[in-house]
């Protein structure tokens, strides 16, 4: 029996509509095989993170788009949108689950991309907590692995016991990711708090009522790949 306390863990809000007919026969057939909490937190880490392709280009500023189940029909997200749907995910199948933010100097990024945002810091990047064997487990299902491969880095795994937090380094020691400021955890996506940040780090991209920025992240990141080692 749960704590009274982590009731408002497993309810549905507006963002993490765990009551969308969508994200309660997505999580069902993701779980179907599993019997325990920790089985199926697992396998909806790797749904998400392997289901869900990352893309920094999908961030539209429409509240609407956020919401869990518009990311389980895109297929497409990025940190914020695929920590929302993991956590919509684990409150359909009884797993008490909270998002988390900070602000990160990502590594993890195409040139074009951070030209475009002309700084390598992530304002509220998003994360998903889950509450398992009685503590929250930190699970981050961001980058997937296909996207993974084409950085050199390795895709993060989640055990449901031990945090899964971006790696500070990639596979050849360089810088990967710092994290900067904690924004602390909350119960559904606090998007106004979101955007007064994302508003003042990328003013640029909210002049002339712009709402979206275009581009294709993974052939970015090929070509950037292609360019660093020209012999292949």
Same mark, same amino acid.
């Given at each position: 029996?749960?704590?009274?306390?982590? +009731?408002?863990?497993?309810?549905?809000?507006?963002?993490?509509?765990?009551?969308?007919?969508?994200?309660?026969?997505?999580?069902?057939?993701?779980?179907?095989?599993? +019997?325990?909490?920790?089985?199926? *937190?697992?396998?909806?880490?790797? *749904?998400?993170? +392997?289901?869900?392709?990352?893309?920094?280009?999908?961030?539209?500023?429409?509240?609407?788009?956020?919401?869990?189940? *518009?990311?389980?029909?895109?297929?497409?997200?990025?940190?914020?949108?695929?920590?929302?749907?993991?956590?919509?995910?684990?409150?359909? &199948?009884?797993?008490?689950?909270?998002?988390?933010?900070?602000?990160?100097?990502?590594?993890?990024?195409?040139?074009?991309?951070?030209? &475009? &945002?002309?700084?390598?810091?992530?304002?509220?990047?998003?994360?998903?907590?889950?509450?398992?064997?009685?503590?929250?487990?930190? *699970?981050?299902?961001?980058?997937?692995?296909?996207?993974?491969?084409?950085?050199?880095?390795?895709?993060?795994?989640?055990?449901?016991?031990?945090?899964?937090?971006?790696?500070?380094?990639?596979?050849?020691?360089?810088?990967?990711?710092?994290?900067?400021?904690?924004?602390?955890?909350?119960?559904?996506?606090?998007?106004?708090?979101?955007?007064?940040?994302?508003?003042?780090?990328?003013?640029?991209?909210?002049?002339? +009522?712009?709402?979206?920025?275009?581009?294709?992240?993974?052939?970015?990141?090929?070509?950037?790949?292609?360019?660093?080692?020209?012999?292949?």
């Amino acid at each position: 029996m749960f704590n009274a306390d982590l +009731d408002i863990y497993l309810r549905p809000t507006y963002f993490i509509d765990s009551d969308h007919p969508d994200i309660v026969a997505f999580a069902k057939e993701k779980c179907m095989d599993h +019997d325990n909490s920790i089985e199926r *937190a697992i396998a909806l880490f790797y *749904a998400v993170r +392997d289901g869900v392709r990352y893309d920094p280009y999908s961030i539209e500023m429409n509240p609407v788009s956020f919401k869990a189940s *518009a990311t389980l029909k895109r297929k497409t997200g990025y940190c914020v949108a695929k920590a929302i749907l993991l956590a919509s995910l684990a409150r359909v &199948m009884g797993i008490p689950s909270r998002l988390c933010f900070a602000d990160v100097r990502n590594h993890l990024t195409t040139e074009r991309l951070k030209e &475009m &945002m002309k700084t390598d810091i992530f304002v509220f990047h998003g994360y998903t907590e889950l509450y398992l064997e009685g503590r929250w487990v930190k *699970a981050t299902p961001t980058f997937n692995n296909d996207l993974c491969v084409k950085f050199g880095v390795s895709p993060l795994e989640f055990d449901g016991r031990t945090d899964c937090m971006l790696h500070e380094f990639d596979e050849k020691g360089q810088k990967h990711m710092e994290y900067l400021k904690d924004h602390g955890h909350f119960d559904d996506l606090p998007v106004e708090k979101m955007l007064i940040s994302m508003r003042e780090a990328y003013p640029v991209f909210f002049q002339d +009522d712009i709402q979206k920025i275009f581009g294709d992240f993974e052939k970015e990141a090929e070509a950037d790949k292609a360019s660093r080692n020209p012999l292949g």
